[in-house]
């Protein structure tokens, strides 16, 4: 009986991913860049007596500081700014109303404030104060720290409003350069700001200066970790922010690789302010890093217990969850972050990379939109959601988000191998190996993008080209299973079984579980008519993979092959259940009928083979040869001396991938 049996031919998605960690601080937030004119709110300060309070004019208190704020910005060269005074007078204590009338005004800051017989009361708010996260320090970092940050608001006591109001100008220019993210400018003045506050001996508002300096000299731009520890120890004096202090010092001295002083610093930090959820969420990091994977638990929960809008705590315990294989639990923390801040693409690619790994493209596909909508540079959001795409049968769809991440690195070898597997699956094969070379070009020791080009020249029947690169795929990776199995079919096309089967040898020394080894060696020990060994090879292909409609058809040619009819039948009526449009399945159990002298049945199987397959010219032969056979006897002399079984090619493996990040 002559069997036509082809080859599983594996196109590899090489797997190297983590979540998404931006190596990141979290720290105070930064406006635009001087997109419009930073503009400071001066509004009319309540008078609180109703006597006359001397010199302390209200009405002239809001003017004074405008007019010193502006003349010390035109002494440093200071442009570009607005520096207004409105006469409305806010409540002492009304931050919100004093907040809206920023936004009203579109100010960075406002200022307002009492006066009283003795004293000013000067408040100053900087307005959309909010955690952020800022630029990368460190690859080792893999968790989103976060850094206690300056105080949004601010209230100083003034006695003598014409001796501090330099030390006031100073202050206030500096929040102003905070603001709009001039860390070095923010630096300078506060510098300046410290050394007026010294002269005149306004020693309470120092430790709050110190804090800012030392948050400064954290920012990408402005790093220094000597200064900013410097600036967080001399802070410690003022208790109130001790702990705070101690939260920061340690972030420097983590990102400095001083692990064991920053667990000390967030251990001073806990004990100063056991509700410091920050400390902990820090020190779980480190816990972390010093593999004490209970410790960093217990701390994680501890800051949500303590502040549930911790967004960064829950995004820490979703990777950390990730890690420990936990994957619900790691996508339930992830949809809290989203849930906190939905603003943030980071949240959204880890929760749509959870979902891909729990098997549900089609909700990681919309997180991985959401995440390009958010950050539309992130490469690897694109990449992963062109793999949705290939799962999902998109072919077109996958090749343009590979596409467009090529463009945003037009060097992303990963980008190219993955666009290259779409052209591959569409049936691009010339394409395939244009982005296969681009691959290689960028990454040259990649394994599998030598393993999918050699999978791309064999469907073009360069039998040569694959070779060589099926073994260049060893070369790099030398327990690459489907490499030596790709070979393998190629050695076996080429009418070299020995060479195959040693290939399908050392693929199962790798993997012995490799139901495909099992399979194609199978098909090389059926060829050779060595139906013991191809008998037992498809057995152990079956166990491994009950739902391969070919290996039970093929094992059923074998069957067929020993004269065991009813176990062949078996065979092929369990490749029809696991696939009912199977027509070689149908053509082959008609021949058994056949030879068990059941014609009627017989013939219905060509039938329903044609009817599958009205190109199939063997199940039209078997139908003729019985159907000549039954109209003149059974002991007619038939020329063809074979009945003839057909096996369809197998369809190829896939195994998909993700890009790695970071």
């Known amino acids: 009986m002559a069997i036509a049996a082809g080859f599983s031919v594996f196109i590899y998605f090489s797997i190297d991913i983590e979540i998404k960690v931006p190596d990141t601080l979290v720290s105070h937030p930064q406006n635009s ?8 709110v001066f509004s009319s300060f309540e008078n609180t007596v109703h006597t006359d309070p001397g010199n302390l004019d209200s009405d002239l208190v809001s003017t004074l500081l405008q007019k010193n704020v502006a003349k010390l910005a035109s002494q440093y060269n200071v442009v570009n700014f607005n520096a207004i005074t409105i006469p409305k007078s806010l409540a002492l204590h009304d931050i919100d109303n004093a ?14 404030g009492s006066v009283d017989e003795t004293h000013i009361t000067l408040n100053v708010l900087k307005t959309g104060d909010k955690p952020f996260t800022i630029a990368k320090f460190s690859d080792e970092y893999k968790k989103r720290t976060r850094l206690q940050s300056p105080n949004a608001f601010a209230s100083l006591n003034i006695t003598d409003l014409p001796a501090e109001v330099e030390f006031i100008s100073y202050f206030l220019l500096a929040q102003l350069f905070y603001v709009n993210h001039d860390y070095q400018a923010a630096i300078d003045f506060f510098h300046m700001t410290v050394e007026d506050a010294q002269e005149q001996a306004l020693l309470d508002v120092l430790p709050e200066l110190f804090f800012s300096l030392g948050w400064l000299y954290q920012q990408e731009e402005t790093f220094n ?34 692990i064991s002083g920053a667990v000390q610093d967030y251990n001073l930090a806990i004990e100063n302010d056991t509700g410091n959820a920050v400390a902990y969420n820090n020190r779980a990091i480190v816990r972390e890093q010093l593999q004490d994977i209970k410790g960093a638990y217990a701390d994680y929960y501890r800051a949500i217990q303590i502040a549930p809008g911790l967004q960064e705590a829950h995004f820490n ?12 639990s790691a996508q339930n923390n992830f949809e809290n972050a989203v849930l906190i801040n939905p603003q943030d ?34 490469i690897d959001a694109y990449i992963n959601r062109g793999i949705t795409r290939i799962i999902r049968g998109d072919s077109n769809g996958a090749i343009d988000d590979f596409s467009q991440a090529i463009a945003l690195n037009p060097a992303s070898a990963n980008a190219y191998y993955n666009r290259g597997i779409a052209f591959q699956m569409a049936g691009l094969l010339e394409k395939a190996i244009y982005d296969y070379d681009r691959a290689i070009r960028f990454d040259p020791q990649s394994p599998a993008a030598y393993n999918n080009r050699g999978g791309a020249r064999h469907a073009l ?4 080209g694959a070779i060589e690169d099926f073994t260049a795929a060893i070369e790099r990776k030398h327990d690459f299973a489907a490499a030596y199995v790709n070979r393998g079919n190629v050695y076996a096309q080429n009418e070299q079984p020995s060479k195959a089967i040693a290939d399908f040898n050392t693929a199962l020394v790798y993997e012995p579980n490799y139901a495909e080894a099992f399979y194609n060696r199978a098909l090389v020990y059926q060829s ?42 078996k065979d092929y009526n369990q490749a029809i259940m696991i696939n009912p449009q199977y027509a070689a399945a149908y053509n082959n159990r008609g021949l058994v009928k056949k030879k068990q002298e059941n014609a009627l049945k017989a013939i219905d199987d060509f039938n329903k083979a044609i009817s599958l397959d009205p190109s199939f010219a063997d199940a039209y032969f078997n139908r003729y040869h ?37």
């Open 33 to 40: 860049h001087f997109l419009q004119k930073p503009t400071i």
């Open 99 to 112: 907040e809206n009338t920023a936004q009203a005004y579109q100010a960075s800051i406002i200022v307002w």
């Open 225 to 258: 970790y000597e200064k900013s520890v410097e600036y967080y120890s001399k802070g410690l004096q003022d208790r109130r922010l001790s702990s705070y202090m101690y939260v920061n010092r340690g972030v420097s001295k983590q990102l400095a690789s001083d």
């Open 317 to 328: 315990l979703g990777k950390l969850n990730y890690q420990q294989g936990d994957l619900r």
């Open 345 to 378: 693409g980071d949240a959204y690619y880890n929760r749509g990379f959870i979902k891909q790994l729990l098997n549900d493209p089609a909700g990681a596909a919309v997180d991985y939109g959401k995440a390009i909508e958010l950050t539309p540079k992130d």
């Open 461 to 464: 029947n360069d039998l040569a």
């Open 528 to 569: 050779q008519n060595n139906l013991i060994l191809a008998k037992k090879d498809y057995s152990r292909a079956i166990a491994l993979n009950p739902n391969n409609d070919k290996a039970y058809i093929n094992r059923g040619a074998v069957l067929q092959s020993q004269g065991k009819l009813e176990e062949a039948i």
């Open 626 to 662: 019985i159907l000549k056979q039954t109209e003149h006897s059974l002991s007619t002399t038939i020329k063809r001396t074979t009945d003839t079984s057909s096996i369809d090619q197998p369809d190829s493996k896939t195994s998909l991938s993700q890009t790695k990040t970071p």
